[in-house]
């Protein structure tokens, strides 16, 4: 059995678990409402000096297509609304569908414990930059989806940088969605999208994929290396899409939102942009680092490497930021992250003390100190400072290796490790017969 970091499904069986108890309502009401042991529940704001906003794009609205959630610097408004950090249910009956649960009572449990939540920046907010703005492509972990990790790009944007928060639609996902053309007289009121802030043409109608479980005696490392390139090259496609839209060739956008896209035309600086992901995202990031030399440099959160190929590694030249929870790793996993280890090319690794491998994404801002620990969805460390660690470190490691001339070199000392709540290298010990 792998360790396939599939949190979302981890986290969200558990909370089904509990929620389906004779206690559920009692229960419900302390993630709802927070408990003697929580804080003040709720995705933390940016701490930049920019607003941020967002808005989804796809591109071409095949399963083949481009599709992200951007995040961008924006002008102050009134008018913009912080979107739903959930976008429509799809997302969680597919994670229905794949522990077996009934979906109509995971959308009432879902819709109680996280309706309510939304993500920190403004949807389709004017964008306002004073300069060129380095470009991140995000990839997410497996069962996870693009707003999963809104608290990571929203404060990636808010230094100044343009991130693009891919969906995969290589099944592992816990949902998405593509158009095809309608063949039907008339479109269905159930084709049409559930989100309010995603028009689309007229004779398009969306078809979900959700997420793939393994057959019976299936072997999981070619499903999840056929995966992780697919995943790949949905990252450098995401970066064609932005280069297409920096030159100032007309896009259409399928989901029709009201963001301006000409706007960001000679707005990116695409000689420095990174890729970056959790998880299955993180070996995404090494995949795609291999593939494509426009990434300068990656920053691999908790990384899985499973899916990856050994000869991969020899061949990624750009320098790696390994960011580790130390609750997750295993020597296994250690000793392929290791093989990237370099003499001439900068490979960091850090581990953060008091975090497990839900401490990147969302989630864990949303539920109490002791149902969140309960579930594994926190760590012993308050999960903000968690972030802001890692954050501050991606920050550095990202000034140092795109030559941008901001002060995120004061944060330096935290990609050797140097806090009292960073580790240098790894918590794990590795026995000389796995190096």
Known sequence: MSFNGGFVQIAAKRIYEWAKTEQWRYILGFFAMGNSCSNHLGIPPAKGP????????????????????????CQETEKAEKPDWVPSMEYFYGLADFMKINRTLSEKIFEYLFGSYKIPAYMDAPFKSNEKCPVVIFSHGLGAFRTLYSAICAELASRGFIVASVEHRDESASATFYFHEETEPELTQESLPKTSSA????DLVKEWIYYRTLKRGEREFPLRNKQVKQRADECILALDKLTEINSGVAVQNVLQTQFDWTTLENS????????????????????ALCKEVKFKCGVALDAWMFPLDDEVFPRVKQPIFFINSEKFQWAGNISRMRKLDSAVVQRKMITIRGTVHQSFPDFTFLTGNCIGKLLKLKGEIDPELAIDLSNKATLAFLQRHLGLEKDFNQWDPLIDGQDDNLISGTNVILLQSAI
């Not at 028009?199 to 007229?202: G, Y």
Request: aromatic share 12%; net charge negative.
């Open 268 to 287: 990116m600086d695409l000689c420095r942009t990174a890729v970056m992901g959790h998880s299955f995202g993180g070996a995404t990031v090494i995949e």
């Open 199 to 202: 028009a689309v043409q007229d």
């Open 50 to 73: 920019n607003h941020v906003g967002c808005t989804d794009f796809m591109m071409d609205h095949t399963a083949q297509g481009s599709f992200f959630r951007l995040y961008y610097p």
